[in-house]
């Protein structure tokens, strides 16, 4: 198949063009700036980008031309921004992107979703993937994420096979988002356990995000108009999580702690502080991060392994043992 993977510039969507590369398919990706995919040092044979934004249907119809398939990855992310934007992004670039397809005649749709669409700030405890709902989800990437996800499984179709993956905090080597922030923060002494960090938490090792999505995109037409949560399988508590990550890249774990119930406060004040006067990056707390690191979410994984007909490759000790490495490779300034 031709393949275009759209938000290759980040961490997950260079992973996955590489995955559907390596199972003997042409890939095209797509983002505003170049993936590093098809020139350069790191460039791979079979990839070519073209660049562009979700925004700009011209940009999208000229990206899709001769594709057969999608890996929808591209979307706005952060804990802050205009509602407008997200919206923008997320909902319109998506349905812009499924008409895109169809008019290009794509068979096969892979639409990234977040474990976040069908949160609700309670506990989740071995569930599988729950309906996407933008009513009760927390914030507006969760809100947006959850409406772009139920536009894409609309648009499922004979001829036309619509999936959706959910993966759950994905991290490795090089990632700037989870792994950047924690490492910074801890660095800094500015990162606290919530709670009593005993919360059990599923995570994805971008390897094995990398290699689900590739294998949702195979069973495209056998699982169509489904939804599925993607994790390592490995449940541990945060205090772990965090402190393997902060043992990894040589900076000290999490030594202090604040109440849940006052964090969660916290993050709602200030969320309505960054609507007033944002600052100049992420908040450092808001209402969803705090419900994200006091409550357990993990994720039943049978209806995954045996649909998609995939197996995580890379275990989570693994993982902390290859960010070790990384971060003796590239130890920080």
């Not at 079979?46 to 890996?71: F, K, N």
């Not at 008409?99 to 700030?121: I, L, M, T």
Request: aromatic share 6%.
């Amino acid at each position: 198949m031709r393949v275009l993977v759209t938000g290759a510039s980040g961490l997950l969507g260079r992973h996955v063009a590489r995955e559907v590369q390596a199972a003997g398919h042409e890939v095209r990706t797509f983002q505003r700036r170049p993936s590093g995919l098809a020139d350069g040092r790191h460039a791979a044979a079979g990839i070519e980008d073209s660049l562009g934004s979700l925004t700009e249907p011209g940009d999208v119809a000229r990206a899709m031309d001769g594709m057969d398939a999608v890996v929808h990855l591209a979307a706005k992310v952060s804990l802050a921004g205009a509602s407008e934007e997200f919206e923008r992004v997320n909902v319109d670039g998506t349905r812009t992107m499924l008409a895109a397809a169809q008019s290009a005649g794509a068979s096969r749709f892979v639409q990234v979703s977040s474990p976040s669409v069908a949160h609700s700030g309670r506990s989740i405890v071995g569930d599988g993937a729950l309906p996407a709902d933008p009513f009760r989800a927390r914030g507006d990437y969760a809100r947006t994420k959850a409406g772009a996800e139920m536009l894409a499984l609309a648009a499922d179709a004979p001829g036309f096979s619509v999936v959706a993956v959910r993966p759950h905090l994905v991290w490795g080597p090089g990632d700037t988002q989870l792994v950047g922030r924690i490492v910074e923060r801890a660095r800094a002494g500015r990162l606290p356990l919530l709670g009593h960090g005993a919360a059990l938490i599923d995570t994805t090792y971008i390897d094995n995000a990398a290699s689900a999505i590739a294998a949702a995109l195979e069973r495209a037409n056998e699982v169509r108009g489904r939804a599925y949560v993607i994790t390592n399988g490995e449940p541990r508590p945060v205090a772990e999580l965090l402190g393997g990550i902060c043992a990894a890249a040589g900076v000290p774990a999490p030594a202090w702690r604040v109440p849940a119930a006052v964090a969660r406060a916290a993050g709602s004040a200030i969320e309505a502080a960054w609507r007033v006067r944002p600052g100049a990056d992420e908040p450092p707390m808001t209402r969803f991060l705090a419900e994200q690191l006091s409550t357990a979410h993990w994720f039943d994984q049978r209806a995954v392994r045996d649909d998609l007909l995939w197996r995580p490759a890379v275990s989570l000790d693994e993982g902390f043992r290859r960010l070790a490495a990384h971060y003796r490779a590239h130890p920080l300034r």
